[in-house]
């Protein structure tokens, strides 16, 4: 079946540390991979994505992926998190013709300490 | 400005009370789907509709409708609300190409009493 596991369900870090959430999928097909993210009282805005070529995507606010096909994952990092990162991550993936269908994550919930 | 709309953006009912939560988009997408989310299960489709007067069930659809009479609205219909329906709602829109990226609208948070 397909799904998506993001094994952290929250995370806190210190301003200006480096940060990665993990996500794995299970899908039989070639993904497509999405992070999202929630601010608080907000609708989900996409960070990036992933559909073919390089590995490694970048997205906006600094953010980038890396998609590891050999370990199903696709882990969002940033180098250095500002305290407006604070937020609910989601890792979503679909596929070619599967009209738009998103299968999300549980989401990660981020906390950054001054 | 391109956008997916709501309405309401909060909502309070007894249970058994029918009703609707509208969704627009301005985008001509062809594709829109409802999400509701719940707190350790991330967001899951209730319904999704690939055109107009075309709509399939999603992964949660029981006690909930659906219609997609116009390209652009695709209303949320709970004709007999229950306590378990208690969640937050996410109407989405996109192309339904290969480029699936969807646009989310901002949310109604619904609560069953």
């Known amino acids: 079946a397909q799904s998506v596991t993001q094994p952290d369900i929250h995370i806190t870090v210190s301003e200006g540390a480096s940060l990665e959430l993990r996500c794995n999928y299970s899908?039989?097909?070639?993904?497509?991979l999405f992070w999202y993210v929630q601010s608080p009282g907000q609708g989900l805005q996409l960070l990036l994505k992933y559909f073919s070529g390089d590995t490694l995507v970048q997205g906006i606010k600094g953010f980038e992926a890396e998609f590891k096909r050999s370990q199903s994952s696709f882990n969002l990092r940033k180098p250095s998190v500002h305290w407006s990162d604070a937020a609910e991550y989601f890792c979503a993936v679909s596929g070619y013709n599967q009209g738009g269908k998103l299968i999300f994550g549980q989401g990660t919930e981020l906390s950054v300490k001054p | 400005e391109a956008q997916v709309t709501q309405n309401p953006r909060y909502l309070i009912t007894v249970t058994g009370k029918k009703l609707t939560v509208t969704c627009s988009q301005n985008m001509n997408h062809e594709y829109m789907s409802w999400y509701r989310q719940d707190p350790g299960l991330g967001l899951r489709q209730i319904y999704y509709s690939m055109n107009v007067e075309v709509t399939d069930k999603g992964d949660v659809p029981e006690g909930y409708k659906v219609s997609r009479k116009e390209k652009r609205n695709f209303p949320l219909i709970l004709e007999s609300p229950s306590p378990n329906q208690t969640s937050l709602y996410f109407c989405?829109?996109?192309?339904?190409?290969?480029?699936?990226?969807?646009?989310f609208g901002p949310g109604t948070r619904l609560t069953v009493l």
């Open positions: 899908y039989g097909a070639t993904p497509y």
């Open positions: 989405a829109s996109s192309t339904g190409l290969e480029n699936n990226e969807q646009f």
